[in-house]
């Protein structure tokens, strides 16, 4: 009772972190990680050092990436800086308090977030993959950071020092729908200063981390989908065999 108390509550605040459909902005596909341990492992890396600062994924304990390939010893190594242990739930040490003082309200749970925002646009994987890449400066925020994905967002852009500093640019255009108005359309990103990444890694490695928040979100997918095969295929021959025996049956009786 208390994990599905939690999933609802991930799935009322996962609004918090953005909602595609406002902004208009294009979705891109984000890259399938989901069978590249690999990624998946530099996935959880970046998530445990950028985002359980302060968001948690409290549906999900530290030796469940034992799945993904990691041993025990190299996720208290590697994935763990404070007194938690390996059977411990991913949970953040920002306090509710620091949270709505600084942010205005608590950083959303990110355990389901990916299917939380899966929607008619594009996936979950395809909105947070777009999210994470759309960033830029805006000094009239009081974060100094905009998104295109999510306008006015108030979350701050995190990852800056990978992706380095970025100004957006925007055209007047007129409104296709309404010809005496004007609307703002996106016209490109200016790069105001280098990050520690180039445009390929970081959007590299923003797949990593989407594809390991993808794999979080349902870690048992890919064995799920196994199990599917195998049971359609079961399913397949017993109908076979079904009609076989009925045309034998009918056979005997007429």
Not at 113 to 131: F, H, L, P
Not at 143 to 156: C, E, F, H, Q, S
Not at 178 to 207: L, N, P, R, W
Request: aromatic share 10%.
């Amino acid at each position: 009772m208390t994990i599905l108390k939690k999933m609802i509550a991930v799935m009322v605040l996962a609004p918090v972190l953005a909602v595609a459909s406002d902004a208009g902005h294009p979705l891109d596909r984000a890259p399938d990680r989901s069978s590249d341990l690999t990624a998946l492992q530099n996935g959880a890396r970046l998530f445990v050092n950028y985002c359980l600062n302060c968001h948690s994924a409290s549906l999900v304990r530290y030796n469940r990436l034992r799945d993904i390939g990691l041993s025990d010893a190299q996720i208290r190594d590697n994935l763990l800086f404070t007194s938690d242990k390996v059977g411990y739930l991913m949970k953040s040490n920002l306090s509710v308090t620091d949270a709505k003082s600084w942010f205005g309200a608590p950083p959303p749970d990110l355990s389901v977030i990916v299917r939380a925002k899966s929607s008619g646009e594009g996936s979950g994987a395809d909105y947070v993959y777009t999210y994470l890449r759309t960033f830029y400066v805006d000094e009239g925020r009081a974060t100094g950071w905009n998104n295109l994905a999510y306008p006015n967002v108030g979350m701050p852009h995190v990852l800056w020092e990978l992706q380095g500093v970025r100004k957006a640019k925007f055209a007047e255009e007129k409104d296709p729908h309404d010809e005496s108005k004007t609307v703002h359309k996106f016209a490109g990103f200016e790069q105001i200063k280098a990050g520690k990444m180039t445009s390929q890694e970081y959007d590299t490695a923003m797949a990593d981390l989407v594809g390991y928040m993808a794999w979080m979100s349902e870690p048992v997918k890919n064995k799920r989908q196994q199990v599917g095969v195998w049971v359609l295929l079961f399913m397949s021959l017993l109908v076979l065999l079904a009609w076989r025996l009925n045309a034998s049956y009918w056979r005997e009786v007429k």
